[in-house]
């Protein structure tokens, strides 16, 4: 069994408070669309997103904890650019379902690419089972993503 260095160890906790954050935002994200849709099947779908995340920023928060750390409470910048995008499109489009749609898939992306970032990090510092789990999540959020697309690309506005 490997000796965890406390350099290490914060490596780690580092990035798993990265996807903490990002996980944050999509909440924060979904929240904020579930408030700009009159569609039930959207307000279906989006509190169904945020609740994935909750469960997943639960799951890191229980491992960063396990490492000794603290989970941040916070978002990534990138997620505060997109909420005021959100809210800018919000203001010009009025309810439009494309246009909700489209934000959320945005919002999708940089998730994706937070944890592709993860997973693909040359210090490779993750043990087998926090990659397991991290691999995990990005797959159900690559079909959240996927589900946000192809309602997208039907192009309805309702």
């Not at 990265?18 to 039930?40: C, F, H, K, M, P």
């Not at 941040?72 to 995008?85: I, Q, V």
């Not at 379902?97 to 994706?112: M, T, Y």
């Amino acid at each position: 069994m490997e000796i965890m260095t406390k350099e290490k160890t914060e490596k780690i906790v580092a990035q798993l408070n990265d996807l903490v954050e990002i996980n944050n935002d999509r909440i924060q994200g979904y929240e904020r669309a579930i408030s700009e849709t009159d569609d039930e099947d959207l307000t279906y779908l989006f509190t169904n997103m945020a609740a994935h995340s909750r469960g997943y920023k639960s799951d890191l928060s229980r491992e960063i904890l396990l490492l000794g750390g603290e989970p941040t409470e916070g978002t990534k910048n990138s997620g505060k650019l997109f909420r005021a995008w959100m809210d800018v499109k919000a203001a010009l489009t009025g309810k439009n379902r494309k246009e909700i749609l489209s934000s959320c898939e945005f919002g999708e992306d940089a998730a994706l690419d937070t944890y592709k970032s993860v997973i693909a990090n040359e210090d490779n510092i993750l043990n087998d089972d926090l990659l397991k789990l991290i691999k995990q999540q990005k797959q159900e959020i690559q079909l959240d993503h996927d589900r946000v697309k192809a309602l997208r690309d039907l192009g309805k506005n309702l």
